[in-house]
């Protein structure tokens, strides 16, 4: 129970942060005007009448003036912060190849060149 009450109260708290409740709140003043309008005019002009902004309902005053609002109070808020720790990091590399020191080999041509001793020949008996 206090799961799921903790849930919604995260998701209340994250819609409110984006702004989701004038979007709600707009739609619901939106709705209300395009029935109120359509009760003395025809569907099409009481939609055309709710969105040509010359006839905004106080919900929709209301909307504008809180995002107004809201808007200031970010603006003032946005004072620059003074980063007081400086701290210089270092970036070292560690290289993927480490040389390995092998013994010398010498391949000269002469021992190149003998063919390995040929074993004896058995016999076929």
């Known amino acids: 129970m206090f799961r799921a009450a903790g849930r919604f109260v995260t998701i ?3 819609c409110c942060a984006i702004g989701l409740h004038w979007i709600a ?5 939106w709705t209300t005007m395009i ?18 902004g010359a006839h905004p309902c106080s919900l ?13 109070t970010d603006l003032q ?5 003074i980063d007081m720790i400086c701290s210089v ?8 190849f480490a040389p390995l020191a092998y013994a010398p080999v ?6 190149i060149a003998h063919s390995p001793p040929v074993p004896p020949p058995r016999s076929l008996s």
Not at 25 to 29: E, F, G, R, T
């Open 60 to 72: 929709c005053h209301a909307v504008n003036a809180g995002k107004n609002s809201e808007k200031k």
């Open 106 to 111: 010498r391949f000269s041509f002469p021992e």
């Open 25 to 29: 709140l707009q739609s619901l003043a």
């Open 89 to 96: 990091r270092t970036i070292r590399l560690i290289s993927a």
């Open 12 to 14: 209340l708290a994250l």
């Open 77 to 81: 808020s946005t004072t620059p912060k």
């Open 35 to 52: 029935v109120e309008y359509s009760k003395h005019a025809p569907l099409r002009a009481a939609i055309t009448q709710t969105f040509d």
